[in-house]
């Protein structure tokens, strides 16, 4: 068992947190604010996290960034899955590419370009889509 975690909050905090419940937010946002406030009216850490089925350490980090953060840090826990590994800049690059040479490009092509010239390895599918979904020049130019 770890050093014991307290948060205090005003009639006004409580009153908003509670409002969360019936908001219309992510369910995530919904449990740390139910973790924040339990842990107010006197619920242990251990408590709270058999409550949810959460590890103790996950409720003591809502509960930090409550301290550190307030209500923003409802939302800004880090999230889970694969971070973008092209940026705007690349794809702008991309596009000069297909502008300035005279030649068509497939997505394989543009691909290892990117992988040459930038360092950044994409697959051609995930570059096919990157491209279409920011509405950005499609992969390869029609011949003139």
């Not at 973008?84 to 691909?111: G, H, M, W």
């Not at 889509?129 to 509405?135: A, D, E, I, Q, T």
């Amino acid at each position: 068992m770890g050093a014991r975690i307290r948060v205090f909050l005003t009639c006004e905090q409580d009153k908003t947190l509670f409002k969360l419940r019936s908001a219309d937010v992510p369910q995530k946002v919904k449990d740390r604010a139910e973790v924040v406030r339990l842990n107010a009216h006197g619920w242990y850490v251990e408590k709270i996290a058999a409550h949810f089925n959460w590890t103790s350490q996950t409720v003591r980090e809502v509960l930090h960034k409550w301290q550190k953060l307030g209500l923003e840090s409802l939302w800004k826990l880090p999230g889970r899955g694969g971070k973008p590994k092209c940026k705007e800049s690349d794809i702008v690059f991309l596009e000069e590419c297909l502008k300035k040479e005279p030649r068509t490009y497939n997505s394989v092509q543009l691909a290892q370009k990117l992988e040459s010239d930038r360092s950044i390895k994409l697959s051609p599918d995930r570059l096919r889509r990157v491209l279409k979904k920011g509405g950005h020049m499609e992969a390869s130019q029609e011949e003139s």
